[in-house]
């Protein structure tokens, strides 16, 4: 489901020449930098996405899964130069002949990364590193790992124009937890690309790819998504969707799935 109409407006030469000259509107300006903000995972901005993925032809009785994630991330200033950056991904899951002939739902084990960040120089490369915790918070033995991790997380990216290009990575090892579940340590790598036009449309591509060094195997969905930035009232959001196809995965791993994206954003008055 990867779809974006884009509106078509025929102008007289006249017309355009003045619209060139004219400066941009102030909500327009605010509109671009909220974009431009939006595609930095460490921005200081507010904001509150909804992911939802559905993945399909899991397990061996091909089922299906949907995970909601629920991601707030809350920057903070801790002093003229740095900032942290809270990133919180609490999954929501609800899986339907996963494992054979049965479903779960609840909440699995939540992820939180703290980014410290100093502010962006002029070059437009913005760079951060930090702790990275998973809390065995799983509502049900089948939805998480009943394993606490640590480890580091660190994002490097840079902005010019309308594009983003970057990588998020993080490595999570088990320090604690249930002696009879697998111990875990997985790396995780995310490049990724995006292009704003001037409509606030958004294209993206990323690899999600996880490295499992106890199980040996990778899982890597490419993601392509669009979004469009808009308002609802006086709220500013972000709505969109895409495809992924994975290009790796375990046996009995998904083939491809769909991601909805819905994010509320909350700029600095």
């Not at 909440?107 to 913005?126: A, E, H, K, Y």
């Not at 065995?136 to 790992?145: E, F």
């Not at 991790?149 to 994002?155: E, H, Q, S, Y």
Request: hydrophobic share 40%; proline share 8%.
């Amino acid at each position: 489901m990867l779809r974006c109409l884009l509106p078509i407006a025929v102008v007289s030469s006249a017309a355009h020449a003045q619209a060139e000259q004219s400066p941009p509107s102030p909500a327009s300006s605010d509109s671009a930098e909220l974009s431009k903000q939006l595609n930095n995972p460490v921005s200081s901005l507010i904001s509150v996405p909804f992911q939802e993925n559905i993945d399909f032809s899991v397990g061996p009785e091909e089922g299906t899964r949907s995970v909601l994630n629920i991601q707030p991330v809350v920057p903070f200033a801790i002093s003229k130069d740095w900032n942290v950056i809270v990133r919180t991904i609490m999954p929501v899951t609800y899986q339907h002949d996963v494992v054979p002939d049965s479903n779960q739902f609840g909440l699995g084990d939540v992820t939180q990364s703290f980014f410290f960040s100093p502010n962006p120089g002029p070059n437009g490369i913005v760079w951060a590193i930090g702790p990275v915790f998973v809390y065995p918070t799983a509502t049900d033995h089948l939805l998480g790992g009943e394993k606490l991790g640590a480890g580091t997380t660190a994002l490097m990216l840079k902005q010019t124009g309308g594009s983003t290009i970057g990588i998020l990575a993080n490595h999570v090892w088990s320090v604690a937890g249930d002696d009879d579940r697998a111990d875990i340590s997985t790396t995780f790598l995310q490049p990724f690309f995006s292009y704003t036009n001037k409509a606030h449309t958004t294209f993206g591509i990323n690899a999600e790819s996880t490295y499992d060094w106890k199980g040996k195997h990778w899982t890597v969905p490419v993601n392509l998504t669009v979004t469009q930035l808009m308002h609802m009232g006086k709220q500013p959001i972000s709505v969109g969707g895409g495809v992924r196809y994975y290009a790796s995965a375990p046996k009995d791993g998904p083939n491809w799935g769909m991601r909805l994206i819905f994010t509320m954003l909350f700029p600095k008055k």
